[in-house]
């Protein structure tokens, strides 16, 4: 059974950063693609940043692209995004997905995620 799991969220002011993790067990995270979304207070979810399986393709979301960095370690079968210059309109829960499509690309559309984690809260502060 895969398992998806996310930490490193907390409560940050505006202009900190926060680095966010994701564990994955139960499937070859090498070869397993992986993305970001985040959910805000009465909105829908949307697409924060992708990752192919080894890390040398990634894509992010246009109003994020400076701020945030996807990455991976695939030793520690991690994947993180790397939060700076954070805004008040960041404050969402983040969740990771885990795909089993194929590895090498990316994907940024939800349905195309197969495991997801239960998601992490950051609330930023103005």
């Known amino acids: 059974q895969v398992q998806v799991v996310e930490s490193g969220g907390g409560l940050v002011q505006a202009g900190g950063s926060l680095r966010l993790s994701c564990a994955v067990s139960?499937?070859?995270?090498?070869?397993?693609?992986m993305g970001w979304f985040r959910q805000a207070p009465g909105k829908e979810r949307e697409f924060v940043a992708a990752?192919?399986?080894?890390?040398?393709?990634?894509y992010y979301a246009d109003s994020l692209k400076g701020r945030f960095t996807i990455s991976r370690d695939n030793a520690e079968r991690r994947m993180y995004l790397q939060m700076n210059s954070l805004k008040p309109e960041d404050t969402a829960v983040y969740y990771c997905?885990?795909?089993?499509?194929?590895?090498?690309?990316?994907?940024?559309?939800?349905?195309?995620?197969?495991?997801w984690g239960q998601g992490t809260h950051v609330t930023v502060s103005s």
């Open positions: 997905a885990a795909t089993r499509g194929y590895g090498a690309i990316i994907y940024s559309k939800g349905y195309e995620y197969n495991y």
């Open positions: 990752i192919n399986w080894s890390g040398a393709t990634t």
């Open positions: 139960g499937r070859a995270f090498r070869s397993t693609a």
